[in-house]
C-alpha cells in the first residue's frame, strides 16, 4: 500500500453515462497526476496539478474528461457520456514535489463501458 | 514516433539470469529517467531513479542513461521468479508536469 487511495476499484457503466472516480493523494504531496493504461500499454498521461491549480493537460483528453482538484487534497476524474474506448484502468499518482518527483502510484479504477 | 519506444517482450529467463530491459526516446529535453515495475493489476512501484547520463545501482538493479545515444536500460543480476513482472520506463522533463511511460516489458523469471 503505496499511501495514495482510489474509489471505486472498479466500476460497471452502460454507454453514455457519466462516471466519476476519487483519488486521495499521499498527504503533504502537492503533485497529482492521472493516467490512462489500458491492456499492454504503459500509463498514459492525462492530467497534472500543483496544488489544485490544473497545470498541465493532454490533448488526448477530450472535453468529455473534466478534473478538479478541490483545495489541493483529493481530486476526481469525470468522464461524461461514456464510450466503449473509454474501458482502461484509470491510475492516480502523487508526488511531493519540489526536490523529490517520486511518485507513488494509487491501485487505480477498472473502468468496463457495456 | 512515439516519443518512448520499450520492447513488450514478453522476455522469458531462468533464475539467476541477468536481465537488461532497454528504452529509446527521441526527446532531448527528457531530463530525469525512472523505471517501474508493475504486477498484475497493481499500481506501478518505483525502482529507480535518475537524473541524466551514467549510471545508478541499487542491490540487484542497475540503471544507465545514455543522453546522446537517447537510450536507457535496467539490469537486474540474479533474477528471481519474484521479479516476474511488467517493467516500464519513463520520462520527465525538468519541470516534472508530464511524464511519459513506454508500453512496457513483461518479465518472467522461471524456477
Known amino acids: 500500500d503505496t499511501g495514495v487511495s482510489q474509489n471505486p476499484r472498479h466500476k460497471i457503466t452502460k454507454r453514455g453515462q457519466n462516471v466519476t472516480f476519487r483519488c486521495d493523494p499521499i498527504?503533504?504531496?502537492?503533485?497529482l497526476y492521472w493516467y490512462r493504461q489500458t491492456l499492454g500499454q504503459g500509463p498514459e498521461f492525462l492530467t497534472y496539478f500543483q496544488n489544485e491549480a490544473q497545470l498541465e493537460k493532454s490533448r488526448l483528453l477530450s472535453d468529455r474528461f473534466s478534473a478538479e482538484r478541490p483545495k489541493g487534497s483529493f481530486s476526481t476524474l469525470e468522464i461524461q457520456r461514456t464510450e466503449q474506448g473509454d474501458s482502461a484502468m484509470y491510475l492516480c499518482a502523487s508526488s511531493l514535489g519540489l526536490l523529490n518527483n517520486e511518485q507513488f502510484f494509487g491501485p487505480g479504477t477498472r473502468l468496463t463501458v457495456l | 514516433q512515439k516519443e518512448v519506444e520499450q520492447d513488450p517482450g514478453p522476455l522469458s529467463v531462468p533464475e539467476g539470469a541477468i536481465v537488461s530491459l532497454n528504452c529509446t526516446y527521441s526527446?532531448?529535453?527528457?531530463?530525469?529517467f525512472m523505471w517501474y515495475r508493475q504486477y498484475s493489476r497493481k499500481g506501478p512501484e518505483l525502482l529507480m531513479y535518475t537524473y541524466s547520463s551514467g549510471n545508478k545501482e541499487d542491490g540487484r538493479f542497475t540503471a544507465q542513461v545514455d543522453k546522446s545515444s537517447k537510450y536507457i536500460s535496467l539490469f537486474i543480476r540474479d533474477s528471481q521468479p519474484s521479479d516476474s513482472a511488467t517493467y516500464l520506463c519513463a520520462m520527465a522533463g525538468y519541470n516534472f508536469n508530464k511524464f511519459y511511460f513506454g508500453s512496457g516489458t513483461k518479465l518472467n523469471v522461471k524456477p
Open positions: 498527504s503533504e504531496h502537492n503533485r
Open positions: 526527446n532531448s529535453a527528457f531530463q530525469y
